[in-house]
């Protein structure tokens, strides 16, 4: 398991950043650099963490994106979230070295990078509080599911896409770009629309769902939605 989060790691970012450098049309963007080595390193240190305390968790994370037992809805809205983003990051590049549609001050970029690293943080905890995080949405009644109301569960109901929504805006502001800011506003809409699907699928499969929901009442940003 180790070896394959090493592997799957290295190819995710690398793929990743071959996409990035290849619409920048440069290799020389520092911001880019530091954003995946960033990535790489929380990604491993986090997930090699998480194998020793949690295998099953990290399992289900390694697992394909697209699953047998996943809703129909759930796999069209996945597909669809995983191609835009990874046109989003092409934008990005477009915008923030090849064309330079927008300017994002350095101070901002820092501010991008905090926010970025809060967003790993809150993922992490949620990873950690949530041994039943998999990356689909599905009911894991062979690993004994139930409901999880501790951690940032104590707060909104899927921590999870509030820490993915934090990453998107951090990262649009380290890699300079504001027109990325633009794309997290579509993304952010498949993340909705991915929640609810979601919430059906627990409040139909998990017992105790709706007694959570009626507790904690938000889904995504505490006092808003």
Known sequence: ????????????????????????????????????TLMIVVSLVGGLWLVRRDPGLVRERLAAAIQKDQPLADKLVLSTFLVLFLAWQALIALDAVRYRWSFVPP?????????????????????????????????????????????????VRHPLYAGA?????GASLLLGSLWGLAGVLVLTVLLAVR?????????????GYDDYARRVRYRLIPGLW
């Open 107 to 155: 101070w901002a970029q820092a501010i991008g990078a905090f926010v970025l690293l809060v967003s790993l943080w809150i993922g992490f905890r949620t990873l950690r509080a949530n041994s039943f995080a998999a990356p689909v949405v599905k009911i894991q009644s062979e690993r004994g599911q139930t409901v999880i109301s501790t951690g940032p569960y104590a707060y």
């Open 1 to 36: 398991m180790i070896v394959r989060l090493i592997v799957q790691t290295f190819v995710s970012y690398g793929v990743m950043g071959l996409l990035l450098f290849w619409a920048a049309g440069t290799l020389d963007w520092p911001d880019a650099w530091i954003y995946l």
């Open 195 to 207: 929640i609810q699907i979601e919430e059906r699928t627990l409040r139909a499969g998990l017992t």
């Open 165 to 169: 929504l934090g990453f998107m805006v």
